[in-house]
């Protein structure tokens, strides 16, 4: 929710400004390093919270069936 409303703030402009800032900061080259340590972030994120929910159930169906 809180997301959605910083995007609704953020008009075009400002979002190009960004983007423009983060290419001379990190430069060409280094934006799809970052981008990739950030794939994996995420996907190592997912991963852990599917391992979770699928223990959960496992737990929840022992306790049912004894």
């Known amino acids: ?6 995007l609704g703030v953020l008009g075009t402009n ?3 400004i960004i983007l423009v800032i983060v290419l ?3 430069g060409g080259r280094k934006i799809p390093e970052l ?4 794939g994996k972030g995420v996907r190592e994120f997912n991963d ?3 391992n979770v929910k699928k223990e ?6 022992e ?4």
Not at 35 to 38: Q, S, T
Not at 56 to 61: F, G, P, R, V, Y
């Open 24 to 26: 001379l900061l990190f």
């Open 35 to 38: 981008m990739r340590g950030l």
């Open 1 to 6: 929710m809180i997301q959605a409303n910083l």
């Open 48 to 50: 852990a919270k599917n």
């Open 56 to 61: 959960i159930e496992e737990h929840a169906n």
């Open 63 to 66: 306790v049912k069936n004894p």
């Open 14 to 16: 400002e979002i190009i």
